[in-house]
């Protein structure tokens, strides 16, 4: 692919993956097909700053995580009323690492 | 979620659950750890689960229900999943965690999400106009 485009690529979308993954990404995207380019365009991440609003806000009953996409830790934390409350105040600071990690998950079906 | 971190995760949340159930009847009246409840004074859509777990294991399942439905279905179905898992860490099969990435995608499917979340929602309702 071309290597304006993957810089484009890493320039808007870079805050939604760890900053570590993103020389790995620059690679496989580089070596991707042309084709593949409008599929990553579209593809719609989650935001790690709003995961993190809504983890403060609504944690306790579990919606980040579902919004993240994590539906049975989701249910977990709703049932354990955030996990006793430690659940929902660790996820303060794991819900931006997650939703990190959920974006490569899902940018790695189009990579690999 | 890998399995491994599945059932590391099954098991701290079993040993705390059940540390929790034996050991909340020692608690002051009216406590509570949910973040929501002391935060707002209002229920969450699960306060009362451990009340409605305590009827359930001493029998009066009526009462369990009233309280709080899902506190008969953490205690029909928990005690099954535990086994369950239990099994799955000592003979290495993954039943479990195979029904734990099914059942995700079930629920994840939008008809289905939306008819428990508004069970949910109706459950929390009548949370809140009991007053629990």
């Keep these: 692919m071309d290597t304006q485009k993957v810089d484009m690529f890493l320039m808007t979308s870079g805050k939604f993956f760890e900053s570590n993954q993103l020389p790995i990404i620059r690679d496989r995207l580089l070596n991707l097909d042309e084709s593949k380019w409008i599929v990553i365009q579209t593809m719609q991440f989650k935001d790690p700053t709003t995961s993190l609003i809504i983890s403060i806000l609504a944690g306790s009953l579990g919606i980040d995580r579902f919004i993240i996409g994590d539906t049975g830790l989701g249910i977990g934390k709703l049932l354990t009323c955030g996990g006793f409350g430690i659940w929902a105040i660790i996820d303060w600071f794991m819900i931006q690492a997650a939703t990190r990690e959920k974006n490569m998950a899902m940018l790695q079906q189009v990579l690999y | 979620m890998s399995s491994g971190k599945f059932y590391g995760l099954f098991s701290v949340f079993s040993v705390i659950g059940t540390c929790w159930l034996l050991t909340s009847s020692f608690l002051p009246e009216g406590w509570t750890p949910c973040l929501f409840h002391n935060l707002t004074g209002w229920p969450c859509p699960s306060c009362g689960t451990t009340r409605s777990l305590h009827a359930f294991f001493s029998g009066s399942l009526g009462q369990s229900l009233f309280i709080n439905p899902l506190g008969l279905l953490v205690g029909l179905a928990g005690p099954m999943i535990l086994a369950f898992t239990i099994a799955d860490i000592l ?20 008809p289905i999400a939306l008819t428990l979340g508004l069970v949910m929602l109706a459950n929390w309702i009548w949370n809140i106009s009991k007053g629990l």
Excluded at chain 2, 91 to 110: C, D, N, W
């Design chain 2, 91 to 110: 003979s290495g099969k993954q039943r479990v965690y195979k029904a734990y990435l099914s059942g995700e995608q079930i629920l994840k499917q939008p």
